[in-house]
T-cell receptor, first 110, second 111 residues
Framework: RKEVEQDPGPFNVPEGATVAFNCTYS??????FFWYRQDCRKEPKLLMS???SGNEDGRFTAQLNRASQYISLLIRDSKLSDSATYLC???????????FGRGTSLIVHP | DAGITQSPRHKVTETGTPVTLRCHQT?????MYWYRQDPGHGLRLIHY???????DKGEVSDGYSVSRSKTEDFLLTLESATSSQTSVYFC??????????FGPGTRLTVL
């Protein structure tokens, strides 16, 4: 099993839709989790950090399920500008080497 | 935005030539990383540093070396570039080894 698994997509959704991505991780010692977004031909940028059961920032909600070892990212009221690749990154406690998933591609269309 | 720059931003070189990429930060972050990103592979860690003169290998370190003589600079060297090293290279920094901030990337083409 890969350390981090994400559905590559693409997820094609209309503007205004709600969309959710899951990310599964294999290292049960993972204690902190991060979602990054990466626009085409650009660098990844931190979207959200998750240190406990979840986090919410505006239209974005991240939830952590430790028992099943997955984290999810929910985007409400999708905007065209949300089109990007979303990278899931768990980090084990004591490690300073984050493990990147390959990302999930989101395309929001008019 | 975090103060992190990469140079050069684009480079075309020939097989067998040495290439050095530079990552410079103004944030005084302890950790620095070099990644390469290729279609179908996502971000793969090449080397990382946890302090001045303290570096270690990542998952794809063959053919690459690094140096960090100052907190703010992390250099990636391809001793003898090969076509398989054509890629986009990202530098990242982290204060405590958790959230990372990425540079704008260097697009390297080896002919």
């Amino acid at each position: 099993r890969k350390e981090v698994e994400q559905d590559p997509g693409p997820f094609n959704v209309p503007e205004g839709a709600t969309v959710a991505f899951n990310c599964t991780y294999s290292n049960s010692a993972s204690q902190s989790f991060f979602w990054y977004r990466q626009d085409c031909r650009k660098e990844p940028k931190l979207l959200m950090s998750v240190y406990s059961s979840g986090n919410e920032d505006g239209r974005f909600t991240a939830q952590l399920n430790r028992a099943s070892q997955y984290i999810s990212l929910l985007i409400r009221d999708s905007k065209l500008s949300d089109s990007a690749t979303y990278l899931c990154v768990p980090r084990a406690g004591g490690s300073y080497i984050p493990t990147f998933g390959r990302g999930t591609s989101l395309i929001v269309h008019p | 935005d975090a103060g992190i720059t990469q140079s050069p931003r684009h480079k075309v070189t020939e097989t067998g030539t040495p290439v050095t990429l530079r990552c410079h930060q103004t944030e005084n972050h302890r950790y620095m990383y070099w990644y390469r990103q290729d279609p179908g592979h996502g971000l793969r860690l090449i080397h990382y540093s946890y302090g001045v003169k303290d570096t270690d290998k990542g998952e794809v370190s063959d053919g690459y070396s690094v140096s960090r003589s100052k907190t703010e600079d992390f250099l990636l060297t391809l001793e003898s570039a090969t076509s398989s090293q054509t890629s986009v290279y990202f530098c990242a920094i982290s204060l405590a080894g958790d959230e990372q901030f990425f540079g704008p990337g260097t697009r390297l083409t080896v002919l």
